[in-house]
């Protein structure tokens, strides 16, 4: 199975390599290697916006393509892992892109986690119990993305170091069907 794959520009060759991706995805690469991944016309809408923004853009939600496709900047402290929340979604996959800061994030097949909170549909989202040991941690920081399907139970906002950080981050909510998915 693959768990985290990061391509460093290298081009998908092979229909199965696709198929691959798409069925076990949870995608951290760096954010110049975008254009490497087959997600069509909302993904380069995606990241046509990602180009205009920096750490000093409002914090708010911006419409990108009305409720199908939109992203909220966001500042918050980071937090030890006691104290963040695994969660997952059904409608929306998750892009996210640090601004300024960095965090870990870690990932868990949604499939194996124990639900804590059901899936509220007004929201998209559901929340797990954290489970030790993390298949993958991922350190987020300027430069990088990560991609969360909603089979990708994942939590972010965790301290990259001993002591809690101020970070900036834009998190791009983007419906499943609109990446061919």
Not at 36 to 59: C, H, R, S
Request: with cysteine; aromatic share 12%.
């Amino acid at each position: 199975m693959i768990i985290s794959l990061v391509f460093h520009g290298e081009t998908l060759r092979t229909p199965r390599q696709f198929q691959l991706i798409v069925e076990n995805i949870m995608i951290f690469d760096e954010i110049q290697f975008w254009n490497k991944y087959p997600y069509g016309a909302a993904w380069e809408k995606i990241f046509t916006f990602l180009k205009e923004i920096d750490a000093q853009t409002e914090e708010k939600e911006y419409p990108i393509q009305g409720k199908d496709l939109f992203a909220r900047v966001m500042s918050y402290d980071t937090r030890p892992v006691e104290e963040a929340k695994l969660e997952a979604h059904r409608i929306y996959a998750d892009i996210q892109i640090m601004l300024a800061g960095s965090e870990i994030m870690e990932w868990f097949p949604a499939s194996s986690a124990i639900v804590t909170t059901p899936y509220n549909g007004e929201k998209d989202v559901l929340f797990f119990q954290h489970i030790p040991n993390a298949p993958c941690r991922i350190l987020a920081r300027p430069g990088f993305f990560a991609l969360f399907m909603p089979q990708d139970a994942h939590m972010p906002q965790l301290m990259a170091g001993n002591a809690p950080e101020r970070i900036k981050k834009v998190v791009v909510k983007v419906r499943c069907d609109l990446l061919g998915l």
